[in-house]
């Protein structure tokens, strides 16, 4: 059976070399200042867009910190889409001075769907026009007094989709909440602000991301449905070239699931997202790659590319050995390659998890706000949560999953946040 070996070897190689370039973005931030983007004279108008589903705990919050903003107030409108509510989220909403659209469809249930109405009762009423760009929020986020102007200068550079700098509003809540916060922050460091760098196409994550007029325009609404509709625009930028820019200045926080079941449900979601995103677009970005020599495409088909499917190959050939040693009578041998294989992946990933929090937390430990021992304990916690993504990632395989929402009740302020260290 050495060939199996030879196979599993050949597979761990395969995994190095196609993320090999993810080595070369942290050395790149680790060496290299960031982006310079000059502050611009233009000043743009813009809509903040927010989908909500029984929300009324957390949206004010979020709309207060948005009045608050340093830009002049009369270049910033509010609207929100309260999507299927049971709640107060919608008379809320209209008493704090935003604009509201009640929205109860129970078939096209989602985020995108959710954006997709509002987009277009906006070009109904004849507002959709009066604005440069659109910057989507999720209800739960709060978002920094400088945000919408770190924006405007990314966006006067000529970006028409920008994403931003993801912070947590409670990374102290415990070691859940604190694995989503700290691969949140590497996403943002290690990932975005070396694309920027590099002058390649960066990636939304979640929300926090702005798109210009004439993009959504185009497409008469919000056209992307899958279970990760960030996921999904950001691969049909690549493919249609289109370039995502980052913002590091602009921070927003959000907040993160404190228990494994709702984590279980949220990253499920995910994990069944990315590959419906891979599905649809997996060919368009090979070809990209290929004819177009875009290395954005590449970046994107890693990102989506489950790296599970990978290591399910290795486990293959692991069962095949396995299989080999039960049908020949030796138990003992089969029982002791499974040990080996099973403990020889965890042990690897949590070593190189551990590296990725460590580098992440050490250059980002002022923008994380817990005491310094929740810090540090959340270093040898993120590889666990990063190991749990392994039974999710084979669930999703196999689960039909749908859209369901996640409860929100953490209510901060920013300055509040921040004074939590």
Known sequence: MEWLNLIENSIGLLFLLCYAYQIFYVMDVLATKPRHVPKSKALHRYAFVISARNEEKVIGGLIDSLQQQDYPKELLDIFVVADNCTDNTASLCRNKGAHVYERFNRVQVGKGY??????????KDQVFDDYDAFV?????????????????????MGY???????NS??????WISAGYSLWFLREAKYLNQARMNLNTSCAVSGTGFLVHHDIIDKMNGWKYHTLTEDVEFSTSCAVQGEQIG??????????QPVTLKQSWIQRLRWAKGFYQVLGKYGKDLVKGIFRRHSFACYDMLMTIFPALILMMLGLT??????SYAVFVGNVPEALDH???????????MYGFMFLVGLITLITEWNNIHCKAGKKILSLFTFPLFMITYIPISIHAIFAKVGWSPIHHSINRTAEQIQRAA
């Open 114 to 123: 959710a954006l997709d109405y509002l987009f277009k009762q906006m070009k």
């Open 338 to 348: 499974v040990l080996k294989f099973l403990s020889g992946v965890c042990i690897q």
């Open 136 to 156: 989507i929020f999720d209800a739960d986020n709060i978002v920094d007094k400088g945000y919408i102007r770190a924006m405007n200068d990314t966006f006067s």
């Open 246 to 255: 980052y913002c590091g200045q602009a921070i927003f926080y959000d907040e």
């Open 317 to 322: 050939c692991s069962i095949a050995q396995v």
């Open 160 to 166: 028409r989709a920008i994403t931003s700098y993801r």
């Open 169 to 174: 509003k409670n990374y102290e809540s415990n």
